[in-house]
Structures are given as C-alpha cells and as structure tokens.
C-alpha cells in the first residue's frame, strides 16, 4: 500500500527511484509494481518504464472524494434536519444488499433510537432499506428478491408482489415510510439524496418510537425529510429540472 501511496504522490517515477522511497529493494518493488499493475492500480507508461496510477485506482479516488463530499454534507445538515423533527436522523448507504449508516445525530430524548456508525441493516427492509432497494439497479433488485426474505416483524413486507408494488410507490411519490417493519413500535421516514449526476447516493432518514408519532407528526415529518433531502442533494451539485 506505501508503494501505490508513493506512485499516486510520485507520478511517472521508474523503478528504482519508486523502490528507493519506498524501503524496498529494486526486485521487490518491481514484483509489488507488477502485482499493483495486474490488479490495474498502476500502470507502466512505456518506452521510459515509468509508473502512473491505474484505472481502478482512479474509480477508489472518484468515490472517496464523493463519500468524503457526502459525509461533509450530512455532518453540516443532520443537525437542522434532526432539530426541526426533534427526532433522530441519520445517513445510509447502500453495499450490496445491506445498507450502511455512514452519519446521524440523535435526538436529546430520553426514549430515541440510537443507531451507531457502520451500523448494517438487510437492504429492502425498513424506510431507507427500501428506499435504496427502489432506486438500486435492477440487477440487484432481482437478485434481493430471488433470495429468501426474511420477516423481522409481522409487518414486515415478504411477499415479493408486496415489494415490488411498494418500491413503485416510493419511486413515485419519492418517498419511503416504515412503521414496524424492520423493529416493532418504531417508524421511521426516508427520502433519496442525490449526486451531481441525479444518481441516488443515500437515503436521509428519520426514526421515532411511534408512541411519540401522531398522523400529523409524520405529515410534518415527511416533509422536513424531503426538505432536507433536497437540501443535501443540492449541495453534493445536484440541480432538479
């Protein structure tokens, strides 16, 4: 790993000079330079056998500096969002068929639901769960619902035709809500952010015991998420037609 570091801070260095800053002998920087190479992290810019960054190390710096831009806003937003709900909100990701929680602020209440950072939950469960599922490729929408669907609660959505009319209607209304499906006695309220391209990167969510939810609390809730929402989406550069 130091010696694609040096090549990304050294562009166009040859072997020997690349084996020297790195502590490595010539021989052994020229296997771990092949090694880098066939993996297409560096490349070998010929007649000079200098080395450069490779493709798929240019796709790992496009995305860090898009999660690094994504988690910059949601440190900046969650606390308004969170604020104006007076509930807690939090981040997703989706990987694979799970999401991740890559941000949140809780809510200063004695009864919350706390989610911790890293946090896993089953993709196509709960608000955000479906929202990403809904906006995923169709590839990985197929694959999710040839597997066995797991029923968390007896709300839980299982029924593949159920499912499928469900991510419609988020599609459609731009919106994803949940009430029991993942935790009993927990709703929670989900809207897609979006990227400078219009692609949904994440879910901003909202999560409540629904003892403390009213139906005009989710009203008011649902559109402080999609308020926030938009909020975050134009500032990761997304601009809505």
């Given amino acids: 790993m130091e010696l694609l570091f040096l090549v990304a801070e050294q562009d166009g260095k040859g072997v020997t000079e690349l084996a020297k800053g790195s502590g490595n002998t010539k021989a052994r920087a020229f296997r771990l ?3 880098l190479e066939e993996s297409g992290l560096v ?5 000079m056998a200098t080395y450069s960054l490779g493709y798929r190390a ?4 496009a995305a860090a500096q898009n999660q690094l831009s994504l988690l910059q806003v949601a440190n900046e937003i969650l606390a308004s969002v969170g604020s104006e709900c007076n ?20 809510a200063p209440h004695a009864v919350r639901v706390h989610t911790q950072l890293g946090t896993r939950r089953p993709l196509g469960v709960g608000a955000s769960g479906k929202l990403l599922l809904a906006y995923a490729p169709e590839d990985v929408q197929a694959q999710l619902l040839a597997g066995d669907l797991k029923k968390y609660t007896d709300k839980t959505l299982t029924k593949r035709s159920e499912i499928k009319k469900e991510l419609k209607k988020i599609i459609e209304e731009g919106v994803s809500i949940s009430e029991s499906e993942r935790t009993a006695e927990m709703v929670a309220i989900s809207a897609p952010v979006r990227d400078a ?12 015991p629904a003892s403390r939810t009213t139906k005009t609390s989710m009203k008011k809730h649902t559109e402080a998420i999609i308020r926030g929402a938009r909020r975050f989406s134009a500032a990761l550069g997304y601009v809505a037609e």
């Fill in 43 to 47: 490349r070998r810019q010929m007649p």
């Fill in 197 to 208: 391209s219009g692609a949904v990167v994440a879910s901003l969510s909202m999560s409540a």
């Fill in 58 to 61: 240019l796709i790992i710096g």
């Fill in 87 to 106: 509930e807690s909100v939090l981040v997703r990701i989706r990987d694979g068929l799970e999401t991740i929680c890559i941000a949140w602020w809780d």
């Fill in 33 to 35: 330079l092949t090694t």
